[in-house]
């Protein structure tokens, strides 16, 4: 176990380093002139050429792109040009309301995809396992901003019921986390089913079920917890990439999150913001990837076996 951690935390680096190395590149090559936006077109060449020795802006990229590396491994993404202060401070305090939205996304996708999924799994071919299945793919077509502003639409403007917008109470989380669970939602349900389905034929199911089990004591413990281990892939990916990926409800529901705020920086030319708010997704990301591996073992103890030797 040692072995495959160490192995994992040498990947990590090498997978942050690209990421950084990316984003560096990246928000350089987007058009615009962060000096020029910041102080806008009536500034004149010597204000705008102090903001870029200010902020380092007027050595050469090779320059910037090794100090970049040297401050990123001790957290330090420079200050905000737009904001002032630390980049990394305003990303860390935009991060719970990110987490809170990804992980209210994700019970809501749990407790509603779980159950459909293994009723049709226990009943193949019947009206429950059509109708899922006929949902959880009209779901995941849906495009995420279409289902937000129809959300709004509904149950804040036509029937008053949910604030349409912005933060700072639990009814502000239930329709942006309502729209991020829906493709989750579908990817559970199709999961759960086919993974029980291939399960439920299994010798150990039958050998279970000759012995007199009752029938919920051979799904729930004998067949749901070999499913879970695919079923943990996915979640620990998609956390992932709900945060991620939230920029776009987040804009919709005007959510005080990293993504939102990742939106404006870019449309600011704010490289530190940017970056800092780059590098910690993608340590969220790798940190959940890295949990996920340690699960395995947990439930399932062949895998645990494996990386012992």
């Known amino acids: 176990m040692l072995m495959f951690l160490t192995k994992r935390a040498a990947m990590t680096v090498f997978v942050l380093w690209g990421v950084l190395t990316v984003i560096f590149l990246v928000v350089r090559v ?11 077109p009536t500034a ?24 970049f590396l040297r401050n990123a491994v001790v957290f330090d993404f420079g200050d905000s040009f737009r904001l002032g202060g630390p980049a990394i401070d305003h990303v860390m305090d935009r991060l719970p309301a990110s987490l809170i939205l990804a992980g209210t996304a994700m019970v809501i996708a749990l407790v509603v995809s779980f159950p459909l999924g293994v009723r049709a799994a226990l009943n193949p071919g019947g009206w429950a396992d059509r109708i899922s299945s006929v949902a959880s793919l009209t779901i995941q077509g849906l495009p995420t901003f279409w289902v937000g502003i129809m959300l709004i639409l509904i149950f804040a403007r036509l029937l008053g019921w949910l604030p349409s917008g912005g933060g700072g109470s639990w009814q502000h989380v239930i329709l942006p986390a309502v729209t991020m669970s829906l493709p989750l939602i579908g990817v559970i349900i ?10 439920m034929r299994e010798g ?28 943990v892939t996915v979640l620990g990916l998609q956390f992932g990439v709900l945060i991620g990926g939230s920029v ?12 939102r705020l ?27 990837n890295l949990i996920v591996d340690l699960l395995y073992g947990v439930l399932d103890p062949r895998i645990r076996q494996g990386a012992s030797r």
């Open 30 to 40: 987007v058009p615009g002139d962060p000096a020029l936006t910041q102080l806008g």
């Open 44 to 67: 004149s060449e010597e204000e705008l050429a102090a903001f870029r020795a200010r902020f380092g802006l007027d050595q050469p990229l090779f320059v910037q792109y090794f100090e």
């Open 190 to 199: 199709r999961l759960v089913r086919s993974g029980l389905l291939e399960v």
């Open 204 to 231: 150990y199911i039958q050998t279970a079920r000759s012995k007199g089990i009752g029938e919920r004591v051979v799904v729930g413990v004998h067949g749901l917890r070999n499913v879970l281990i695919p079923v």
């Open 248 to 259: 776009v409800v987040e804009m919709v529901f005007s959510w005080p999150g990293i993504g």
């Open 262 to 288: 990742l939106i404006e920086a870019i449309g600011n030319r704010d490289y530190p913001v940017v970056q800092a708010a780059v590098a910690v997704m993608a340590m969220v990301f790798v940190a959940l």
